[in-house]
């Protein structure tokens, strides 16, 4: 049968979604991702002519662009139906220059594959947008330069292996500086002090009150610093007179969240689901080509009329009445950059709902039960507590007073935590009355120190890059999967980043030599002009130019002024070698510090050491002597062996302590541009 239409997308599963819609006189095949890219041989940048890239087609590409060539040149019409995205744009322009196209190839856009879409995305081709694709080269060239460039003066000057990369190195940084924190953190003591009261003969309604006032003064955080303060506190609060001062009560409305865009979504099934940036962004495109979600590279939060229609009529059918909104929930992107065309990560068809959707992978299911939960939530009214503050005297003698406080609530409606569920304890507080006396069962002196600050787990890094304006939807994942399998930070087993002895390393030498390289505001403002030049309105290979040669100026004094023993220099130790009688010396390598005799390269034996920190998991099960250290093989997967290798050659997949395997989260895949 002749196919007269020719569609490509990047991906056979979308492919295969797409051909469902389409009739017989259309082609419907896949690129199988990018067709063209840099060369990994060499820089494959021209800086002498104006940064012009030198594009290739990788040896595993080269089959397929073949056949899409030849039916290509059958093709009545070519149609490029990438993701609608920079990077989808910029797909589809590679396929342009690839497969030689002379005539003109429609571009269409969606944001979900369904049937609908696709016949409306047909009637509405537009030509390709180069300011994106322009977007998209100015990234791609950008990390290859930073990745290419630096990379080998840490080789030089540290040791072979290592790697920099123009965000994955911020990212690095903030690790870093929040590690150091921790290190540098000193805790400091406070107090409270609560009171169990009670209503004038009725104990079995006791309630806790917190000090709140002093003699009129507020109780601030550190009023109570010591052991001291509090005791006599407490004790002139034993015997104290109580009564009730003031009793407020008020309603307060909590309204939902707005659907998921790209950050708030990686973000979110780190902490509900335990899965990892690069996990969520599987699944989410796995669901995205099966046609069950719309776009998962978005940061628009907007919502179609037809999604939102369809939402009211599935919470009137499954909830009531008293659930629906006066009219639909509109929620405004803050970002000036986002698209509002584009949409918020929402299911296709609302009125799917999860019990209904047939997976078989139940993480994928779990996925898309959050992003459904999340849609509808934000289309449910607020929940409505009841909040009461009562205020109660303790009058100690003539002239001294103290104020407590207590606090109850209690959940008149739930709303929208009907589907989007959260943890709340009501706190119920007896029916009390303004002068009512109190008795006093207990005074409860409690001692506390303040914490340090938090390790980034996956959210809160994404968040925090978010925050400062570093990267994009589509980065985020792939920067966080690098610095993980470049080996600058591991997981502790609170899935919790802690920088390795190497991550400390190359973060120190970025800052002190390279600091533009990991200065958040630099990147942000790297950002942006991206931005710009996605809008039009900024020439990319400018911003090259400016980034480019103040940075090559940099690099080639530093290659002449810095010396590898300042980088990482050599400890020594009383150790003597014990193959050929020579001092051993600590060095640092890609994966940690080990022995190392200083008779090489005639004599090349070596130790490993146990790291400090979370990488020892405690001695050894085989030997009694060495400590358990989680290391990587070559192929990147991690294991846990003994710190005596060879000596001891005890070695496991699983943690000795617990038994428990790898998280699976896919650490050691490259991530993309920043992997260079």
């Known amino acids: 049968m002749k196919h007269t239409k020719l569609v490509i997308v990047e991906s056979p599963t979308k492919a295969k979604t797409i051909g469902k819609f389409l009739g017989d006189d259309f082609r419907v095949e896949s690129s199988y991702g990018h067709i063209r890219d840099l060369p990994k041989s060499k820089l494959g940048i021209d800086t002498e002519h104006n940064f012009e890239p030198h594009y290739i087609i990788p040896v595993k590409a080269r089959k397929n662009v073949t056949a899409l060539k030849k039916l290509a040149a059958k093709a009545d019409q070519v149609i490029l139906a990438t993701d609608e995205d920079r990077e989808g744009e910029a797909i589809a322009w590679h396929l342009i220059q ?370 400062n304006g570093i990267g994009r939807p589509s980065t985020y994942a792939p920067i966080i999967s690098v610095i993980q399998s470049r080996n600058y930070v591991q997981k502790n087993p609170e899935r919790r980043f802690e920088p390795t002895e190497i991550g400390l390393l190359v973060n120190k030498v970025l800052t002190e030599h390279f600091p533009e390289i990991v200065d958040l505001g630099f990147t942000a403002h790297m950002e942006e002009e991206l931005d710009e030049v996605a809008e039009g309105t900024k020439e990319w290979k400018k911003i090259i130019r400016e980034f480019y040669e103040p940075f090559k100026r940099n690099l080639d004094k530093k290659y002449e002024s810095v010396q590898k023993e300042e980088l990482a220099p050599q400890e020594s130790t009383n150790e003597v070698c014990d193959k050929c009688g020579k001092p051993m010396v600590i060095k640092t390598g890609r994966f940690g510090r080990f022995l190392a005799c200083t008779g090489f390269p005639e004599c090349k034996n070596t130790k490993s050491l146990a790291p400090t920190g979370s990488n020892d998991l405690g001695p050894c099960p085989k030997c009694g002597t060495g400590r358990v250290i989680r290391r990587r093989t070559k192929r990147g997967r991690f294991f846990y062996g003994c710190n005596r290798y060879p000596e001891c050659d005890f070695a496991s997949w699983m943690k000795p302590e617990n038994k428990d395997g790898e998280d699976g989260d896919g650490d050691g895949d490259k991530g993309g541009d920043e992997g260079e």
């Open 98 to 467: 690839a497969l030689g196209l002379q005539g003109p190839a429609d571009r269409i856009v969606f944001h979900e594959i369904t049937e609908s879409a696709i016949h409306e995305a047909l009637q509405h081709p537009r030509t390709l947008n180069l300011h994106l694709v322009d977007a998209q080269q100015a990234r791609r060239v950008l990390d290859r330069l930073v990745g290419y460039e630096l990379s080998p003066f840490l080789w030089k000057k540290i040791i072979r292996g290592l790697s920099a990369g123009r965000v994955q190195s911020v990212a690095l940084r903030l690790i870093v500086e929040r590690e150091e924190e921790i290190r540098n953190f000193k805790p400091e003591e406070y107090w409270t002090i609560h009171a169990m009261l009670f209503p004038d003969n009725a104990k079995e309604k006791t309630f806790e009150a917190s000090l709140f006032q002093i003699a009129g003064e507020a109780v601030q955080k550190f009023t109570i610093r010591d052991t001291i303060n509090a005791s006599a506190i407490a004790e002139k609060l034993k015997r104290a007179e109580y009564s009730v001062a003031a009793v407020e009560e008020k309603e307060m409305k909590r309204n939902s969240l707005p659907p998921f865009i790209t950050s708030t979504l990686q973000q979110e099934a780190n902490r509900r689901l335990h899965m990892s940036a690069k996990q969520t962004m599987m699944f989410a495109q796995r669901l995205y080509e099966n046609g069950l979600i719309t776009y998962m590279r978005t940061d628009s939060v907007n919502l179609s009329l037809e999604s939102l229609h369809a939402a009211q009529k599935y919470i009137e059918a499954n909830f009531g009445k008293e659930y629906l909104l006066p009219s639909p929930r509109v929620f405004k992107t803050k970002s000036r950059l986002a698209q509002e065309a584009h949409e918020a990560i929402r299911p296709t068809n609302p009125l799917l709902d999860p019990a209904s959707i047939a997976l078989e992978d139940p993480k994928e299911k779990k996925l898309y039960d959050l992003i459904w939960r999340r849609f509808m939530a934000s289309q449910l009214p607020p929940a409505i507590f009841a909040l009461t503050s009562v205020l109660v005297e303790a009058r100690c003698g003539k002239d001294e007073t103290f104020t407590l406080k207590a606090n109850g609530a209690t959940m008149r409606f739930d709303g929208f935590l009907k589907v989007w569920h959260q943890t709340f304890e009501e706190k119920l507080l007896p029916a009390l009355q303004k002068g009512e006396v109190l008795g006093l069962s207990e005074v409860k002196p409690e001692q506390h120190f303040t914490e340090s600050p938090a390790r980034y787990n996956e959210a809160s890094l994404i968040k925090t890059l978010e925050a």
